[in-house]
């Protein structure tokens, strides 16, 4: 091996994907329990690695040097071997924070802060903070003095930080805080990347409230570190190019429409042009109950059909680069919205109501298709990042790959 990844649970990590775009080298995930940690670093015959949680304070005591950087904060995101077989320890994460903020607008200088979490990520955040010149910088934790049970003490807090893993994948849409108790609130950075929105992040969006995910963060410090393994310099023009690519090839396709639009043939088409996995949510349906949607409807009714829609588009939204057609339905319950959106982009697929099926849809044959349009048009439109005219398979699949800059696969 010569570079890596170390972490302990690493499945959702798209660190391989970004530093193939940095240099020519081999890069592996390296998941080690903690006791593990002795063997490994004995035996490595590594040229570098990433470090993630929760092992950035952990292998300090098998580096021989550490920068200046990592030495002041505590913790260490990367490792390179030196010509004598010795392991220097840097902290890339502190540049790769301090570029997503400036990136993202959001002005710390005089502002409280509020970090959540106290593990490794959390003392490069509260060494960032300082040096931006924040106000002041207190760290939340399960147990310390400043907890999540007594947050009204920090009520008036305009900057938060979360450096936890709440609401990382897998366990999406779980957030550690709820951002109403800070009236005062003016800027808000999640570190997790995967999902491209966590639901605090979404929280801020709806709030007003200036915010930055941890997607640029990854990137940064993955260029930073492949610097220092390929010993060349990587300007910002490059880290934005990159961050743009993998965002594109991360991001879901989520089709929405009325019944009988195209979706699934659409999705289809989308899937096979772009290399995609496709997922049919109306499928996903039939699979997990067992039965048709028809029988769903007859036998428990339409609440429980949209009850197991919304299970399988949490299933679904989790994933990173598919292809989702959405049942008609899906926009009536306004929780499947960030379901699907915290890792996509919602397309409204639309098509005259005349060229609109019926056959095997039971709400549009009982209700009729004028009344489904009106009661759900407004709600396609609301969602919707983009909208297209269905005007034939393939040359909507291309529309919606036109409009996303997307490349086709190979």
């Not at 392991?87 to 710390?108: E, H, P, Q």
């Not at 849409?173 to 009236?183: G, I, R």
């Not at 057609?325 to 915290?342: A, K, P, W």
């Amino acid at each position: 091996m010569e570079y890596g990844l170390l972490g302990k649970v690493l499945g959702h990590s798209y660190s391989p994907m970004i530093h193939s775009y940095f240099g020519n080298y081999d890069y592996c995930l390296c998941e080690k329990e903690p006791e593990e940690l002795d063997a490994f670093f004995a035996e490595g015959d590594f040229k570098g690695l990433n470090v993630t949680i929760p092992y950035k304070t952990q292998v300090i005591k098998y580096l021989s040097e550490l920068s200046e950087t990592a030495q002041k904060i505590g913790s260490v995101n990367t490792i390179v071997r030196r010509e004598d077989g010795s392991l220097f320890g840097d902290n890339t994460d502190y540049g790769g924070l301090v570029y997503t903020i400036r990136r993202s607008g959001i002005f710390v200088k005089n502002k409280k802060a509020l970090v959540l979490g106290s593990g490794g990520a959390s003392l490069t955040a509260q060494s960032v903070l300082k040096d931006m010149g924040a106000k002041s910088v207190t760290v939340i934790s399960r147990s310390g003095p400043d907890n999540y049970e007594n947050l009204e003490r920090h009520a008036d807090a305009e900057i938060i930080v979360n450096t936890t893993p709440v609401g990382m994948f897998p366990d999406n849409m779980n957030s550690p805080v709820d951002l109403k108790k800070f009236p005062r609130l003016y800027g808000v950075v999640d570190i997790i990347a995967n999902p491209s929105k966590t639901a605090l992040l979404m929280q801020a969006e709806k709030l007003g409230i200036k915010h930055a995910g941890g997607l640029p963060m990854l990137v940064a410090q993955a260029a930073y570190a492949a610097e220092k393994f390929c010993g060349r310099k990587i300007y910002d023009g490059e880290i934005e190019k990159v961050l743009k690519n993998i965002s594109k090839s991360t991001k879901n396709i989520v089709l929405i429409g009325m019944p009988g639009c195209g979706k699934t043939t659409v999705g289809r088409r989308l899937s096979k042009i772009l290399g995609r996995e496709f997922i049919d949510l109306d499928a996903a349906i039939v699979e997990k109950a067992g039965k048709t949607i028809a029988e769903i409807f007859a036998n428990e009714g339409e609440e429980e059909f949209r009850r197991i829609e919304t299970e399988c588009a949490a299933d679904a939204g989790k994933k990173s680069g598919v292809v989702i057609s959405t049942g008609g339905g899906i926009v009536t319950r306004e929780r499947n919205y960030d379901l699907l959106r915290q890792n996509g982009t919602i397309i409204f697929i639309n098509r005259p109501t005349a060229q609109l099926a019926t056959r095997g849809r039971p709400i549009s044959a009982a209700q009729g298709l004028e009344k489904l349009a009106d009661e759900r048009m407004p709600l396609y439109k609301k969602w919707a990042s983009v909208t297209v005219e269905n005007i034939g398979v393939s040359s909507t699949a291309g529309l919606i790959i036109s409009f996303l800059h997307l490349k086709k696969n190979k």
